[in-house]
């Protein structure tokens, strides 16, 4: 630093007159060295940083609270407010092209554009291209996967743990039931190299996420780089989430129950991400942690709002491929927090951005030696700390999408296209082909009059033409104005070019009956792979071992004090109903779960009337509210849809299913049990044994 400072000032002071110290001169001085301070600060600050990516599945612009004063979403909400927000930050129009291009640092153009179901083959990102996991590996970082994958699963070199991760956790392809982790007749849930049996239908999956994000982040050496790649699988439908998240909206009175249902998903989502930055500030990483977060796509018309985005998930309009994105954490200079960059900017470009501060080359010569696409990504880091002083990104064009994909109208979009340019400072969209949505959403939407389902199109002639620095909302078209012919022929032809440069990854937009065969002989029942792979790499370093998942019919007991036991008893102290206490290990210590992991009294069902499920008598909250709070008591009652107790055998808690923080908690004197917060001593220690 002392070097490039008095480099700057001899050469100021020493030129050969006032006359060529102009404030223009002056001025790019000053920007050169801001650059080169904020970029070696930052870098000498944070030696490859923790780096956490929070992808949020369909998230709409305007659900978050940053954005919009109808979601619940303090968490993001202060992360952001503490960040940059990133306000011109591209991705593909929907899920797998999207995932894709981060993963490999192409544009979707020139990796994927197409949304493989589970039973079609190839997809998601070529074996022959080298992913953002395998590049972070090869430096040193331990990288996990949690949630979302859809980047290719038909055969097993295609999964996570042979791109790059040392572990994987959550589904395959790009959608399915958030309770039961259903699709398409059979389960969708994976860890690591075969079937997260026993898992499934345990719990909703945000909470699983969010413990396995938790599982990770304890576990993991603190001297390693992490890369904690959390891809949620909300807001993304089927639209389910526990009554809990959909009640703190009640003071809103909110009456069309897609959109209520949505904004109580994302902030499931929102509770989850605090919880995780909790557990990074707890063990100390992050001071040293990049924090990125942002959608895949714009959200769905039908229970998202992009508001005041023109379009939705699908189209090229802006609601469809402009998404909610910021960048904080405890690496970033003081100077920019707080701040937000309007400059250019595509999910592809982290590719390129993290090796800046990771340390490894941003190329892929085994995608050149196999003739595959170049990356496509552009290191923005400089333009991201640079604070207003660098006002503009180093990007200035981007094609989002292609019309040469003859897939992509039956993968999830309509035929369409876009493409940006800046010219002259001005960044200029020409929108082509057919889109599936057009509409100008409300502030607060959908509703029951209007979700812009009937706002297709089909544009003609070269397409639309719009100045987004003057108009970012997409309200004008100047595709028809003379003064800007000149205009519309250059973008034409660079939209032109992304055509002439598609590129689609191997396999077929069809249907295999092959995937169904295997998934019901093979995986007993689960989606997986079904084709002969092609040179497996080896195994990645060890992740954390495995938790095992929970067995029914067992006792459970504290292992600080092998002489006490769950159990439950008659008190006075909640009317007549029984109580769980931490007592004498009896008939009234034996525990057994339903299929989705709840857990009932044996003692009490058996005197119950059999066969009937209301019978059974459940562990749960009182009162039952969806009550989080600590020192909750917990009583035996029947059970309702969200509130109800389960086993995490790698942590060791008894887990509530509805408060995904809290578990059951005692200490060794026995007495009524109550919730506590699950990283509480009195909360761990559960073992379970075959018997007394």
């Known amino acids: 630093l002392m070097i490039m400072f008095r480099t700057c000032h001899f050469t100021m002071s020493h030129m050969k007159s006032a006359s060529d ?43 978050v609270g940053f954005h919009n004063d109808e979601p619940l979403t303090p968490n993001i909400d202060k992360l ?36 493989h179901p589970p039973s079609f083959p190839g997809g998601g990102v070529p074996l022959g291209m080298t992913t953002i996991a395998d590049k972070l590996s090869s430096v040193g970082y331990s990288c996990h996967q949690i949630g979302k994958w859809h980047c290719g699963m038909s055969s097993v070199d295609r999964l996570p743990v042979h791109r790059g991760f040392n572990s994987s956790f959550g589904y395959l392809s790009g959608a399915e039931d958030h309770y039961t982790q259903t699709r398409g007749g059979f389960v969708d849930f994976w860890r690591s190299t075969g079937p997260a049996v026993g898992y499934n239908g345990t719990s909703y999956s945000t909470f699983m996420y969010t413990r396995e994000q938790l599982r990770i982040i304890e576990t993991h050496d603190a001297q390693t780089p992490l890369f904690l790649y959390m891809a949620f699988q909300n807001v993304h439908g089927p639209t389910q989430v526990p009554a809990n998240y ?34 990074l500030k707890d063990r100390g990483l992050y001071n040293n942690t990049l924090v990125i977060f942002t959608s895949d ?4 018309h039908d229970h998202a709002n992009n508001f005041p985005l023109r379009g939705s998930k699908g189209a090229d309009f802006e609601g469809g491929v402009r998404v909610a994105a910021f960048i904080a954490g405890g690496i970033l200079p003081d100077g920019v927090r707080g701040t937000t960059k309007y400059g250019l900017m595509h999910i592809c470009d982290w590719y390129a951005t993290l090796a800046d501060l990771a340390g490894y080359k941003a190329d892929d010569p085994r995608a050149a030696a196999a003739g595959l696409p170049a990356i496509d990504s552009v290191n923005q880091w400089p333009f991201l700390v640079g604070g207003d002083r660098v006002p503009h990104s180093n990007r200035t064009a981007l094609c989002l999408s292609s019309m040469a994909d003859p897939g992509n109208a039956t993968s999830g979009g309509v035929g369409g296209s ?16 057919s889109q599936g949505t057009s509409f100008f959403p409300g502030v607060h939407m959908p509703n029951s009059s209007h979700d812009g389902s009937d706002s297709g199109i089909t544009i003609p002639g070269a397409g639309m033409l719009f100045n987004l620095t003057a108009d970012p909302n997409e309200h004008v078209d100047l595709s028809a104005v003379g003064a800007h012919a000149e205009v519309l022929q250059t973008i034409s032809a660079h939209a032109v070019a992304c055509d002439a440069s598609y590129y689609q990854s191997d396999g077929r937009d069809a249907n295999d009956n092959s995937a ?23 195994p990645p370093t060890p992740a954390p071992p495995n938790p095992h998942p929970p067995q029914a019919g067992v006792f459970y007991k504290n292992s600080a004090n092998s002489a006490l036991c769950l159990a439950h008893e008659k008190k006075a102290l909640i009317s007549d109903q029984p109580v769980v206490v931490f007592g004498k290990c009896d008939s009234t210590s034996k525990w057994a779960h339903d299929s989705d992991g709840a857990i009932y009294s044996v003692d009490l069902n058996n005197s119950a009337a059999a066969g009937q499920e209301t019978a059974k008598k459940y562990i749960r909250h009182h009162p039952p509210e969806g009550t989080c709070a ?22 060791g808690t008894l887990q509530s299913a509805n408060c995904p923080d809290m578990c059951i908690g005692a200490s060794g004197q026995g007495g009524v049990v109550s919730l506590v917060k699950c990283s509480d001593a009195a909360a761990q220690g559960w073992t379970q044994t075959p018997g007394i």
């Open 297 to 300: 796509n714009g959200g769905p």
């Open 246 to 279: 959909t009640d703190l909206y009640k003071s809103k009175d909110i009456n069309y129950t897609p959109r209520l249902l949505c904004l109580g998903m994302i902030a499931a989502v929102d509770e989850s991400i605090g919880v995780s930055l909790q557990a």
């Open 21 to 63: 110290r102009t404030p223009a001169t002056v001025m790019i001085f000053t920007r050169v060295a801001f650059v080169l301070t904020t970029t070696i600060l930052a870098r000498a600050s944070s030696i490859q940083p923790h780096i956490v990516y929070y992808l949020v599945d369909d998230l709409g612009y305007a659900n």
């Open 516 to 538: 169904a065969a295997a998934a019901r002989s093979t995986y007993g029942g689960f989606w997986g792979p079904w084709l002969a792979p092609g040179p497996v790499p080896p």
């Open 418 to 433: 876009g493409t940006i340019l800046v010219i002259n400072g001005t960044k200029w969209k020409l929108v082509r082909g």
């Open 80 to 115: 952001a407010a503490t960040g940059v927000v990133l306000e011109s930050f591209y991705t593909y129009k929907y899920c797998s092209p999207t995932r894709s291009s981060f993963m490999s640092g192409r544009l979707p153009i020139h990796v994927n554009q197409q949304n």
């Open 630 to 651: 600590v020192g909750v008591t917990d009583i035996i009652g029947i059970r309702t849809t969200e509130i109800y107790t389960t086993f995490d055998a790698a942590a």
